[in-house]
């Protein structure tokens, strides 16, 4: 045992520690995106971390707040100090159903929120990727969305208040179990989407709703991506407002072709996704609305009116990644988002993008929000296919902030994306936000490195790659 386990484990038990490879990565793990630590801790309550972030305060030691490990940023790989895994903090504190509210621990899973409210006829909306997986601390300080945010908002629209151990190991909590507070800045809400910078959340009131009487899915398959973006277009043109909006272009589509439920025309390339909820009567009007706005140029309007026929175009939606990794066998992709208006643009940009740096690509994702996951397909044992994509990846972003776009719609900055920050903020911004990151952790420790260096470095040189990447 290190000297500083040792420490750590007299500060907060034997127990606390904890070892294994799993603690150093995230989903970059593809990128070949790892770290070390000298220490990972689980703390076992609120107390034992006020206790560790005091501790590391007095000695000089960074700290990389951890929730599921789901990230796509590389925001919880360390390099060195202490991992401060959130897993033991899987605690309901309060759930009050009939005031459409509960109170969770930071470890709490999304996925047990989504059943504990739908057992009590309410509704959660945020519903990223990994739900299982993923906590309800890393979907605040990451902002995370999914594609329910198209109607109901990302995690920021669902969160009350929030209990956060700040510098030195002082306690906060900011805001309250409040549907209306604006007494001073807003601090929950720059907490949220944080990506640990400023402090470790250790608890969160979250917002319910009554939960929608039906929900039902349909899908609009086209020709081409030209087809399917105009009926995007058309659909926002229509005033109406699904619950979701998605889009698959062709290479998804033909790498998830086999699995889609009772197929697809040979000729689909593009399909658009979209939900109406609520009542029965409401959903019926909307379902005819959604039906009439797509249908002009689609080759299949598919709806999925039973439950069981939705669970199975979900199962296959929430495959698309896996589908499309099982092309190449790996592959990068970033969360770009653009002006609904230039989602076809940027469709066209990644693919070709693509065509120059010579590997295939594609995308899928929330078309109502302008948010592509535009994806380079890899052989991940090919260094030469690293380099690839992460010259295109570079390309990308340049292409998609001349569109005025941002580098990222929903996964945060974490390590990858840091340095391209920059480029989109301005100096200007970009000293703001490094004061902000002063004032709330004057001796950098909290996830130093993540999203904004709070040093008074240069302004990164665009055509150098992050020598993390």
Same mark, same amino acid.
């Given at each position: 045992m290190t000297p500083l386990a040792h420490d750590l484990a007299r500060l907060l038990g034997p127990e606390a520690l904890r070892t294994g490879p799993e603690y150093l990565h995230d989903m970059t793990e593809m990128q070949r995106l790892g770290g070390t630590a000298d220490a990972v801790v689980a703390p076992a309550n609120v107390e034992q971390i006020q206790a560790l972030v005091a501790w590391c305060y007095r000695h000089g030691v960074a700290m990389v707040p951890r929730g599921g490990g789901t990230g796509f940023a590389g925001g919880a790989v360390p390099a060195g100090g202490v991992v401060c895994s959130l897993e033991r903090l899987g605690a309901v504190r309060r759930f009050e159903p009939e005031r459409w509210r509960v109170q969770v621990d930071a470890g709490v899973t999304t996925g047990a929120v989504h059943r504990l409210a739908r057992e009590s006829g309410l509704f959660y909306g945020p519903d990223p990727g990994a739900a299982e997986q993923s906590q309800i601390g890393g979907n605040v300080a990451c902002n995370a969305g999914g594609p329910h945010s198209f109607k109901y908002g990302v995690t920021r629209e669902w969160v009350m208040s929030l209990e956060v151990v700040v510098s030195g190991g002082r306690l906060m909590t900011l805001g309250g179990a409040l549907r209306k507070d604006v007494a001073g800045y807003d601090l929950t809400s720059l907490m949220v989407g944080s990506e640990g910078t400023l402090g470790i959340i250790t608890g969160a009131w979250l917002r319910l709703l009554p939960a929608p009487e039906v929900a039902w899915p349909m899908v609009a398959a086209?020709? =081409?991506?030209?087809?399917?973006?105009?009926?995007?277009?058309?659909?926002?043109?229509?005033?109406?407002?699904?619950?979701?909006?998605?889009?698959?272009?062709?290479?998804?589509?033909?790498?998830?072709?086999?699995?889609?439920?009772?197929?697809?025309?040979?000729? &689909?390339?593009?399909?658009?996704?979209?939900?109406? =909820?609520?009542?029965?009567?409401? &959903?019926?009007?909307?379902?005819?609305?959604?039906?009439?706005?797509?249908?002009?140029?689609?080759? @299949?309007?598919?709806?999925?009116?039973?439950?069981?026929?939705?669970r199975q175009l979900w199962r296959w939606r929430n495959g698309l990644s896996f589908a499309v990794m099982a092309q190449r066998g790996g592959k990068m992709s970033e969360d770009v988002a653009v002006p609904v208006e230039c989602l076809e643009e940027a469709l066209e940009l990644t693919s070709r993008i693509g065509a120059e740096v010579g590997l295939p690509t594609c995308s899928w994702g929330h078309a109502g929000d302008g948010n592509l996951h535009a994806t380079f397909m890899i052989d991940p044992s090919d260094p030469a296919d690293l380099v690839r994509a992460r010259r295109g990846i570079e390309a @990308?972003?340049?292409?998609?902030?001349?569109?005025?776009?941002?580098?990222?719609?929903?996964?945060?900055?974490? @390590?990858? $994306?840091?340095?391209?920050?920059?480029?989109?903020?301005?100096?200007?911004?970009?000293?703001?936000?490094?004061?902000? $990151?002063?004032?709330?952790?004057?001796?950098?420790?909290?996830?130093?490195? $993540?999203?904004?260096? &709070?040093?008074p470095e240069a302004r990164p040189d665009p055509g150098t790659p992050s020598s993390t990447r």
């Amino acid at each position: 045992m290190t000297p500083l386990a040792h420490d750590l484990a007299r500060l907060l038990g034997p127990e606390a520690l904890r070892t294994g490879p799993e603690y150093l990565h995230d989903m970059t793990e593809m990128q070949r995106l790892g770290g070390t630590a000298d220490a990972v801790v689980a703390p076992a309550n609120v107390e034992q971390i006020q206790a560790l972030v005091a501790w590391c305060y007095r000695h000089g030691v960074a700290m990389v707040p951890r929730g599921g490990g789901t990230g796509f940023a590389g925001g919880a790989v360390p390099a060195g100090g202490v991992v401060c895994s959130l897993e033991r903090l899987g605690a309901v504190r309060r759930f009050e159903p009939e005031r459409w509210r509960v109170q969770v621990d930071a470890g709490v899973t999304t996925g047990a929120v989504h059943r504990l409210a739908r057992e009590s006829g309410l509704f959660y909306g945020p519903d990223p990727g990994a739900a299982e997986q993923s906590q309800i601390g890393g979907n605040v300080a990451c902002n995370a969305g999914g594609p329910h945010s198209f109607k109901y908002g990302v995690t920021r629209e669902w969160v009350m208040s929030l209990e956060v151990v700040v510098s030195g190991g002082r306690l906060m909590t900011l805001g309250g179990a409040l549907r209306k507070d604006v007494a001073g800045y807003d601090l929950t809400s720059l907490m949220v989407g944080s990506e640990g910078t400023l402090g470790i959340i250790t608890g969160a009131w979250l917002r319910l709703l009554p939960a929608p009487e039906v929900a039902w899915p349909m899908v609009a398959a086209y020709p =081409d991506r030209s087809a399917g973006a105009a009926a995007v277009r058309q659909l926002y043109g229509s005033g109406l407002v699904p619950a979701i909006l998605e889009y698959v272009d062709e290479g998804a589509v033909d790498a998830s072709r086999a699995s889609f439920p009772a197929g697809l025309p040979d000729d &689909a390339r593009f399909l658009v996704i979209v939900e109406a =909820d609520g009542c029965r009567s409401a &959903a019926e009007e909307l379902s005819d609305g959604l039906r009439a706005a797509l249908e002009p140029g689609a080759l @299949l309007l598919q709806t999925y009116p039973e439950a069981a026929s939705a669970r199975q175009l979900w199962r296959w939606r929430n495959g698309l990644s896996f589908a499309v990794m099982a092309q190449r066998g790996g592959k990068m992709s970033e969360d770009v988002a653009v002006p609904v208006e230039c989602l076809e643009e940027a469709l066209e940009l990644t693919s070709r993008i693509g065509a120059e740096v010579g590997l295939p690509t594609c995308s899928w994702g929330h078309a109502g929000d302008g948010n592509l996951h535009a994806t380079f397909m890899i052989d991940p044992s090919d260094p030469a296919d690293l380099v690839r994509a992460r010259r295109g990846i570079e390309a @990308l972003f340049a292409g998609v902030l001349g569109l005025g776009g941002t580098i990222t719609g929903e996964h945060g900055v974490g @390590l990858v $994306k840091r340095d391209f920050l920059y480029g989109q903020l301005g100096e200007p911004q970009m000293e703001l936000q490094r004061s902000i $990151k002063r004032l709330f952790d004057p001796a950098n420790l909290f996830n130093p490195g $993540k999203k904004i260096v &709070a040093g008074p470095e240069a302004r990164p040189d665009p055509g150098t790659p992050s020598s993390t990447r």
